[in-house]
């Protein structure tokens, strides 16, 4: 079953121009499985998500992209709105509270514009990055990412044993499903995507190996 894990809509998510109605449309187009909203520190009313899911066929879930003082943190399984910029700490006492997972979410975005990588960042010096103390996988593939940062996304993952998710982190509908996430198991709830995740039972997949 294929899952976009990561795009934004308009209006909740300020920085994306994507109506939820026309991304229903385009993900049935793309024959993809399943979606999952992550909008920044605010979760989807259940009612709504059922609303818009209702006869389109398509499976989608909730989740939430968190700011924190280490980046940001794709959440599952935690449903509330949290508007102040946290510290990782605070943020994944909350999340192991809740039963839920946090991936690190694009965590070498830029990591060539600022510089690093002439300093030649080594994947051994990337796996020191505090907030992969913090979370239960790591975005390995990121529709706005360069093919070199995801690279290192996935070098780094593999060294520290975590699994690695993928989604579009899509404000256009022209990029969602750039990559996504495939899990083994047919997955109907929220709590059962919860649950596949933390069984570490996927891969990541990009879209040009289904599109
Ligand atoms: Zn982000
Ligand atoms: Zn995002």
């Known amino acids: 079953m294929r899952i976009d894990l990561h795009i934004h809509t308009s209006p909740r998510s300020a920085c994306s121009y994507i109506d939820p109605h026309e991304l229903i449309q385009e993900v049935q187009r793309l ?22 899911a209702r006869e389109s066929g398509i499976k989608i879930f909730r989740g939430n992209e968190f700011t924190t003082n280490q980046g940001d943190m794709l959440v599952f399984g935690l449903y509330k709105d949290i508007k102040e910029l946290m510290m990782i700490q605070e943020l994944s006492e909350e ?8 991936i690190a979410a694009h965590p070498f975005r ?35 990412l360069s093919p070199d940062e995801n690279d290192m996304a996935r070098k780094v993952a593999q060294k520290l044993g975590l ?42 997949i990009k879209g040009e190996e289904y599109l």
């Not at 993809?32 to 998500?49: A, F, M, P, R």
């Not at 999340?95 to 946090?102: D, Q």
């Not at 993928?166 to 083994?184: I, K, L, P, Q």
Request: a negative charge; charged letters at 25%.
């Open 31 to 52: 024959k993809l499985d399943g979606i999952c909203l992550t909008e920044h520190q605010v979760i989807w009313d259940s009612d709504e998500v059922n609303e818009l």
């Open 95 to 102: 999340v192991k509270t809740a039963g839920g997972y946090m």
């Open 110 to 144: 830029g990591f060539k514009t600022f510089g690093i990588g002439q300093l030649q960042m080594t994947v051994e010096q990337a796996c020191r990055r505090k907030a992969l103390e913090f979370v239960d996988a790591i975005e390995v593939g990121n529709g706005k």
């Open 163 to 204: 699994p690695g998710t993928a989604g579009s982190d899509a404000h256009r509908v022209d990029e969602v499903g750039r990559w996504a996430t495939v899990f083994e198991k047919e997955i109907h709830t929220e709590l059962e995507l919860v649950q596949e995740l933390h069984a570490g039972r996927f891969a990541a």
